[in-house]
């Protein structure tokens, strides 16, 4: 579970506060879409929850574990359970498919003993087991972006956050890496998406966190029926 207790941030060479005592839980096995205009604070909000970004106030226990309490030496162990998907990839062009996702176990210290096995039932997982040995220029938006997911999943985190997953694909292929992370979250992996992209959010039954000026603007499950009406932003 992710608890936000009364999180508030402030860069010190601001008086503005980007978050402004937001609250929020998260439930294990949850999927939480995060929507808001640029600048709301959805980002530093995925950073704080990733320790990339300090805490002014406030709390995030993830677990259990307060992260304005750890240590920094536990941050690398902490950000194991954790699987991330970025907006734009982030894949290593001189490596294949099947290294890329490997190399996200490598970097935790995982054994190399079980890359093979780990890496083929992931990329089995998003369907690229026939590409493990194409490079990225070889492939489309949509696969470099299930590689992505393919490497968050490797070393079998609780939870996936994915900041923007959809921003840099085509429709079609937004539809399926939604519908990716609908199928990771059944098994019972909480799902934390932030996007912008409310045509992919309006084809799923959801929960939809929408910030507002750094702080919780409404936290609601919307059905088919009240998408239409619904104002994102």
Known sequence: MIEIKNLRKRYRDSENEILCGLNLKI???DFVFITGASGSGKSTLLKMILKEEDITSGDILVNGVSLA????RDVPYFRRTIGIVFQDFRLIEKMTVFENVAFAMRIFGRSPHSFARNVNYVLGLVALEDKADRFPCELSGGEKQRVGLA????????????????????????????????EINK????????THDMS???KFPLRVVKILQGIIKSDVQISREEIAGFNYF
Not at 69 to 72: A, E, I, L, S
Not at 156 to 168: H, K, V, Y
Request: charge should be negative; proline fraction near 6%.
């Open 27 to 29: 439930e294990d096995g």
């Open 200 to 202: 992919v959010v309006s």
């Open 69 to 72: 309490k750890m240590k920094r």
């Open 151 to 182: 490497r968050a999943l490797v070393n079998n985190p609780g939870i996936i956050i994915a900041d923007e997953p959809t921003g840099n694909i085509d429709p079609s292929m937004s539809y399926e890496i939604v519908e990716l992370l609908a």
């Open 187 to 194: 098994r019972g992996t909480t799902v934390i998406m932030v």
